[in-house]
């Protein structure tokens, strides 16, 4: 097991890069993975593992159960600073991994899908990603300018769940639609109540953007807009809190 001191390592500075910037890992196809259970959502995916590192201060003791599994797998110690400089989390997760970013395959839009309108924070694509996959979601598909699915702070919001679920990035609304034959809707304010709605069985629902909500442009091409119901003094949900409880209404209507 090899050590990590130096912030000038070639190494740290992939991970250090890695974390930051959005386009190295695009370009790389890789991404860091923070504390034991993304590496251990990664292992029981199709991902491939490309190192772990951990925390030199903590005893490998603790991690001997993760280590059956990764025998073949690089495996490094980074002093306890430099773990805190990747990760720049409070509480130090102790282990993190380089994982490459596995690729989608097509997935045809039956049952429930979300497009996903320029959603802009990553931890509210996060909990949306991770309600998609405990909702049984069919896919996800996500226009040019949404947030990276595979940012470490998306994973952290998603725990993980991007691994078992179809995420689409960079999707061209109007292309999307060329082939679509299932009904569109889009989840807005002044759409009908959600509460008496009858939902299809094959959908698309679109989540719009934190501040502007559904393009105007792509209201003019849906079947239906629908709302949740909610007091009247309070001006609006959370992005994610709301297609949470659009996915959960879903659910109830055909589960």
Not at 24 to 30: D, H, I, L, T, V
Not at 39 to 48: E, G, R, T
Not at 222 to 248: Q, W
Request: overall charge positive; glycine content about 4%.
């Amino acid at each position: 097991m090899l050590s990590i001191t130096s912030k000038e390592n070639k190494i740290f500075k992939k991970l250090k890069k890695l974390y930051e910037n959005r386009l190295f890992r695009k370009s790389e196809r890789q991404t860091i993975l923070i504390g034991e259970h993304l590496i251990d959502c990664c292992l029981n995916s199709n991902c491939k593992l490309r190192g772990v590192f951990i925390d030199s201060s903590i005893p490998l003791e603790k991690f001997q159960n993760l280590f059956v599994r990764l025998d073949d797998i690089p495996k490094y110690t980074l002093t306890n600073n430099l773990m805190r400089e990747i990760s720049l989390l409070k509480s130090c997760p102790g282990i993190i991994a380089l994982a490459d970013i596995p690729s989608t395959s097509f997935t045809k839009p039956k049952d429930l899908n979300l497009f996903l309108d320029d959603i802009q924070d990553p931890g509210n694509l996060g909990s949306i990603i991770r309600s998609a996959q405990a909702f049984n979601i069919n896919a996800i598909f996500l226009s040019e300018n949404c947030a990276d699915v595979w940012s470490p702070k998306t994973l952290r919001g998603s725990q993980g769940a991007q691994f078992l679920i179809n995420c689409h990035e960079k999707q061209s609304f109007e292309n999307f639609l060329k082939d679509l034959s299932i009904p569109i809707f889009s989840l807005d304010l002044k759409g009908s109540s959600l509460s008496s709605t009858i939902l299809k069985r094959d959908m698309v629902v679109i989540i719009g953007n934190e501040g502007n909500g559904v393009n105007k442009r792509y209201k003019k091409m849906v079947k239906a807009s629908i709302s949740i119901p909610m007091n009247n003094n309070v001006e609006s949900l959370n992005v994610a809190s709301a297609a949470s409880i659009m996915m959960y209404e879903y659910n109830r209507q055909f589960q």
